[in-house]
């Protein structure tokens, strides 16, 4: 294996000779790759993308030739380590992911294996078909790592294992032998391949089983979800000798996939959940063996504790109502109605449980069930805000012992010390949970040692299994002698020999394990705090001051790989217009936990590999909402660049976009210059010129001001009618945006409150939050601003004024970044304001007879500001619409100017492509009386340069009901 970069380099080229396209050792991709989803951080020597199955066979014949190890990985959300390792890590899911064949018919498909299993799912469902193994990362998941893995999911009493839905593999051994297994034997052997039945190696390994029948047959498959080691159970003669179903679950340290044959399952017509409660968990999973009988589809166990936890990161609203008790079954059957209908009595009552309750409406079981979906990443944080680890989180027992091993379980945790949020496939007997190991303090890295050696002596003296789901691993290979006989350990050590000799297949992992507290990240990740580096400047108000903490929140599980938009959601648009892993926020959080660990040089902030993760960054925030662990990569990308800047010369975008307020309110004091500078602005001559001086792509238009400033506006308008407002009186924040660019929604604004009974004032000076000081990464200057902001603002809610925002993302500096910026008596200070701000939809909710405009008939479709979704939430805005009748089409996603972004240079192709992920077709697909919603600055600005539509905010739709939309199609 190569020991150093000249090594890497020899490896390089001879991938390279080999015809492969892909191949990178840059220390951006290598710090990529480094991570998965677990504890570890092993840096590989080269990654390759494999275009094709050749490819493939090719970089597996280069690691032959060079002795380099090879580790495959799909979506790298593997928690117990099995996707990292030293030598060449091949990713197959960017264009290893078709479907060979479908057959439509017989329910079956061929595919490769980086296919996403959604991608699957949506592909066949139309001809009423589903894979069945319901993984949580199922929309980001690949079937070559379910495979891997032998993933299974909520469903597995329904559907069974990834390895009870594999028909055949289509692999290459470890030695380079190709072989077709189960159906995809049954035609001609691919070139250069055999059929099962026709290897010595098969031969071989079927002369090594029938040497060992005894221990196989008692030792392996004793129950469900018996995950660890290797499934020998599948070889036996009575099991027909099934050799890839044997290799599901392998981890990739016997063969490489090149394709799978999978069995599809049609849905049942109707699903019913039962959720029962009980006075603990443990009571809980003592009632299951009484309900498997009824055969229920699944069986999930909840304890209390998740069930605070979203309630504290999400709010009262995300825990819809649950039976009396602290610990809960989901129980759902599936099948005709009538028939279900029938079973629910005779279960309810063998479920012995405090309260029982029956939810026949499928939007209020996926409320029930976004608990347990969301599990792995809120549980990431313990609610004393502990971070919480992967590492022993998935052992399973026999469901008839699982209560007495939850009482021993906790009984150890508590010995140690030690909390976590448990949750579990109960009717499988497998419990999930994350523990907050103290790594960052001495000696905890030996703590967690010593107790993963007593949990697994415990999973194992119930008869269990290390792993239910997610395999060994680097996490878990060393203990498998806590479970098995030396006999078993020698036939794993016999099986790697027959199909991987040279050990070049993920080493490490079942087989000649590597130590399971060795490479742990974040025990080699040093707190950054004030302390350690004077320079910080956000707060870091949930993380202790610590950047580190803050950055290590990701955890890997990859749901910014998958495309949230068409349910609301935002993140990660850059990944979504490059799918290359770099620009999702697992890849950027992973290159800046190898910064703040100095795995990047001593000054990683002004590292390539940094510039290069973050460059693509739209700073929208949606990973703050839409992150299960909390990642805001906007805040993290702010400080880098600030850091990377710091008394250094900067791009001249940040000085041209990160200072336009400045120039705004230079500009403003000579009047007579803003029709000149608009012309200037206009001019086809000089706009070359103008945008590289500023930054900025030459294909994009340059803003002009308006004649006017909103307060100017302000001031000149009729008086309002005199007397009291029956509501009081709201401080309206008038950021730059609609102070100089759009002062007709300040007055739209304006209108609006006034027509609902609010006294509107406006501060005198001027209430710029330094927004585009943030994105930019000009902390400092985004401090002096938030501090006059704040000091002007706080009079007035002092005196009990609401603050009134209109600029979404400057209403969420104010509802967010400002308590992170300033300090002392000013953070004081910011936070009363941002108790007191409120965007124009939460006011309008919360006052007294206030009667919605009539929108019934009109059309709207809407864009929330990515920043009004991340930090204050779009659902007032949706339940306002909805009141006034209005049809609305919400679309999620960025509209990809995002500020600053989409004009600076380099970024223009890429902001297009994430417009064109919902915002323009839908814009496209308007009629002629729809009207498009748009608060955010940069949103209309988007509209308008690449569909000359005009975008609305919702005071002028409040207060001009009836309007049709004006400019469309300009």
């Known amino acids: 294996m190569p020991s150093d970069r000249a090594d890497s380099a020899e490896v390089v080229a001879t991938l390279r000779r080999a015809g492969i396209a892909e191949v990178d050792d840059s220390a951006l991709t290598r710090s990529l790759y480094a991570s998965d989803a677990s504890l570890y951080r092993v840096p590989p020597?080269?990654?390759?993308?494999?275009?094709?199955?050749?490819?493939?066979?090719?970089?597996?014949?280069?690691?032959?030739?060079?002795?380099?190890?090879?580790?495959?990985?799909?979506?790298?959300?593997?928690?117990?380590?099995?996707?990292?390792?030293?030598?060449?890590?091949?990713?197959?899911?960017?264009?290893?992911?078709?479907?060979?064949?479908?057959?439509?018919?017989?329910?079956?498909?061929?595919?490769?294996?980086?296919?996403?299993?959604?991608?699957?799912?949506?592909?066949?469902?139309?001809?009423?078909?589903?894979?069945?193994?319901?993984?949580?990362?199922?929309?980001?998941?690949?079937?070559?790592?379910?495979?891997?893995?032998?993933?299974?999911?909520?469903?597995?009493?329904?559907?069974?294992?990834?390895?009870?839905?594999?028909?055949?593999?289509?692999?290459?051994?470890?030695?380079?032998?190709?072989?077709?297994?189960?159906?995809?034997?049954?035609?001609?052997?691919?070139?250069?391949?055999?059929?099962?039945?026709?290897?010595?190696?098969?031969?071989?390994?079927?002369?090594?089983?029938?040497?060992?029948?005894?221990?196989?047959?008692?030792?392996?498959?004793?129950?469900?979800?018996?995950?660890?080691?290797?499934?020998?159970?599948?070889?036996?003669?009575?099991?027909?000798?099934?050799?890839?179903?044997?290799?599901?679950?392998?981890?990739?340290?016997?063969?490489?996939?090149?394709?799978?044959?999978?069995?599809?399952?049609?849905?049942?017509?109707?699903?019913?959940?039962?959720?029962?409660?009980?006075?603990?968990?443990?009571?809980?999973?003592?009632?299951?063996?009484?309900?498997?009988?009824?055969?229920?589809?699944?069986?999930?166990?909840?304890?209390?504790?998740?069930?605070?936890?979203?309630?504290?990161?999400?709010?009262?609203?995300?825990?819809?109502?649950?039976?009396?008790?602290?610990?809960?079954?989901?129980?759902?059957?599936?099948?005709?109605?009538?028939?279900?209908?029938?079973?629910?009595?005779?279960?309810?009552?063998?479920?012995?449980?405090?309260?029982?309750?029956?939810?026949?409406?499928?939007?209020?079981?996926?409320?029930?069930?976004?608990?347990?979906?969301?599990?792995?990443?809120?549980?990431?944080?313990?609610?004393?805000?502990?971070?919480?680890?992967?590492?022993?989180?998935?052992?399973?027992?026999?469901?008839?012992?699982?209560?007495?091993y939850l009482r021993e379980f906790e009984a150890l945790m508590l010995s140690y010390e030690l909390t976590g949020v448990p949750y579990g496939h109960f009717g499988d007997g497998c419990l999930h949970i994350r523990i907050d190991f103290p790594f960052a303090r001495t000696g905890g890295t030996a703590l967690y040692r010593d107790f993963v050696l007593e949990a697994a002596r415990l999973a194992a003296s119930h008869g269990g299994s290390l792993s239910g789901e997610h395999g060994d691993g680097r996490a878990r290979s060393e203990l498998l002698s806590l479970m098995y006989s030396p006999e078993s350990l020698g036939l794993f050590e016999q099986v790697k020999e027959l199909f991987d000799p040279d050990r070049l297949l993920n080493p490490g992992v079942i087989v000649s394990p590597a130590p399971l507290d060795a490479d742990i990240r974040v025990a080699a990740a040093r707190p950054l705090r004030r302390r350690e580096l004077r320079s910080l400047t956000l707060a870091y108000r949930h993380d202790r001051g610590d950047l580190s903490m803050a950055v290590h929140r990701c955890t890997g599980i990859g749901k910014c790989l998958a495309d949230n938009a068409p349910t609301g959601g935002v993140m990660c648009p850059s990944y979504l217009a490059t799918r290359e892993e770099k620009d999702s926020t697992r890849g950027r959080a992973r290159v800046l936990q190898d910064v703040v660990a100095g795995q990047l040089g001593d000054d990683g902030f002004k590292s390539e590999a940094l510039a290069d993760a973050l460059d693509l960054c739209l700073s929208c925030k949606g990973c703050a909402s839409d992150c299960p662990t909390g990642v805001d990569m906007a805040a993290y990308k702010a400080e880098s660049l600030h850091q990377r800047y710091l008394r250094r010369l900067r791009p001249r975008s940040h000085y041209a976009l990160g200072w336009l307020p400045r120039w705004a309110r230079l500009l403003r004091r000579a009047p007579v210059l803003t029709g000149l500078v608009n012309r200037l602005m206009r001019s086809r001559s000089l706009h070359p010129l103008l945008t590289w001086a500023a930054g900025v792509d030459r294909r994009r238009p340059l803003p002009t001001f308006s004649h006017n400033t909103f307060r100017q506006s302000f001031g000149s308008r009729p008086a309002p009618r005199r007397g009291p407002a029956p509501n009081g009186s709201v401080v309206l924040f008038v950021d730059s945006f609609t102070e100089h660019f759009n002062p007709r929604i300040g007055v739209a604004m304006v209108s609006v409150l006034e027509a609902a009974g609010y006294a509107v004032t406006v501060p005198a000076t001027s209430t710029c939050c330094g927004l585009t000081w943030i994105s930019t990464g000009?902390?400092?200057?985004?401090?002096?601003?938030?501090?006059?902001?704040?000091?002007?603002?706080?009079?007035?809610?002092?005196?009990?004024?609401?603050?009134?925002?209109?600029?979404?993302?400057?209403?969420?500096?104010?509802?967010?970044?400002?308590?992170?910026?300033?300090?002392?008596?000013?953070?004081?200070?910011?936070?009363?304001?941002?108790?007191?701000?409120?965007?124009?939809?939460?006011?309008?909710?919360?006052?007294?007879?206030?009667?919605?405009?009539?929108?019934?008939?009109?059309?709207?479709?809407?864009q929330p500001h990515c920043h009004h979704h991340a930090i204050m939430g779009w659902s007032p805005d949706a339940d306002l619409l909805r009141r006034a009748g209005a049809d609305v089409l919400r679309l999620g996603g960025c509209c990809g100017l995002a500020g600053n972004f989409g004009l600076e240079r380099g970024h223009h192709d890429v902001s297009i492509a994430i417009a064109e992920h919902q915002l323009l077709p839908a814009v496209r697909d308007m009629g002629p009386t729809d009207r498009v919603l748009a608060d955010g600055f940069s949103c209309r600005t988007q509209l308008g340069d690449l569909a000359g539509a005009r975008g609305e905010h919702l005071a002028e739709l409040l207060s001009q009901p009836g309007q049709g939309r004006p400019g469309a199609g300009r």
């Open 45 to 404: 020597t080269v990654v390759v993308i494999p275009r094709n199955v050749e490819d493939l066979a090719a970089t597996l014949g280069v690691c032959h030739e060079l002795s380099v190890p090879l580790t495959m990985r799909g979506a790298g959300t593997s928690i117990a380590g099995n996707a990292v390792g030293a030598g060449v890590v091949a990713d197959v899911s960017r264009h290893l992911n078709r479907i060979v064949h479908f057959d439509s018919q017989a329910g079956t498909a061929v595919v490769e294996p980086g296919i996403v299993q959604s991608s699957l799912q949506r592909a066949v469902a139309a001809h009423g078909w589903r894979f069945g193994p319901d993984p949580s990362t199922y929309n980001r998941a690949t079937i070559g790592g379910m495979i891997g893995n032998n993933a299974c999911g909520s469903r597995t009493l329904g559907y069974g294992r990834t390895s009870d839905n594999v028909l055949g593999l289509d692999v290459l051994t470890g030695a380079g032998e190709r072989l077709r297994l189960g159906s995809l034997a049954l035609g001609d052997p691919a070139p250069g391949g055999a059929r099962d039945s026709e290897t010595g190696l098969l031969d071989a390994l079927r002369e090594l089983i029938g040497a060992h029948l005894g221990t196989v047959r008692t030792e392996f498959g004793r129950f469900g979800r018996q995950v660890s080691g290797y499934s020998l159970e599948h070889l036996l003669p009575e099991r027909g000798f099934d050799v890839g179903k044997a290799l599901v679950g392998s981890e990739g340290t016997l063969a490489v996939t090149l394709a799978a044959e999978v069995r599809l399952v049609r849905d049942p017509p109707v699903r019913r959940l039962v959720v029962l409660g009980y006075p603990s968990m443990a009571e809980a999973a003592d009632a299951v063996p009484a309900l498997l009988p009824h055969q229920p589809t699944a069986c999930e166990g909840l304890d209390r504790r998740i069930v605070e936890v979203v309630r504290a990161r999400r709010g009262d609203m995300a825990v819809p109502p649950l039976p009396r008790g602290s610990g809960w079954l989901l129980v759902e059957l599936a099948g005709e109605a009538d028939e279900i209908e029938a079973l629910l009595p005779g279960l309810i009552a063998d479920g012995s449980a405090l309260e029982a309750l029956v939810v026949r409406d499928a939007t209020a079981a996926a409320d029930v069930w976004r608990i347990r979906e969301d599990g792995a990443g809120l549980s990431a944080r313990t609610p004393s805000g502990h971070p919480a680890h992967a590492g022993w989180e998935d052992a399973a027992v026999p469901p008839s012992r699982l209560g007495d």
């Open 778 to 862: 000009q902390l400092d200057g985004a401090r002096r601003q938030l501090r006059r902001t704040v000091r002007a603002l706080a009079p007035y809610v002092s005196a009990g004024a609401l603050v009134v925002g209109i600029e979404p993302s400057c209403t969420a500096v104010l509802r967010s970044d400002a308590q992170e910026l300033l300090r002392g008596d000013d953070a004081i200070m910011a936070r009363e304001v941002a108790a007191a701000t409120r965007t124009l939809a939460e006011l309008l909710a919360q006052t007294p007879d206030w009667t919605a405009p009539d929108l019934r008939g009109t059309r709207v479709v809407a």
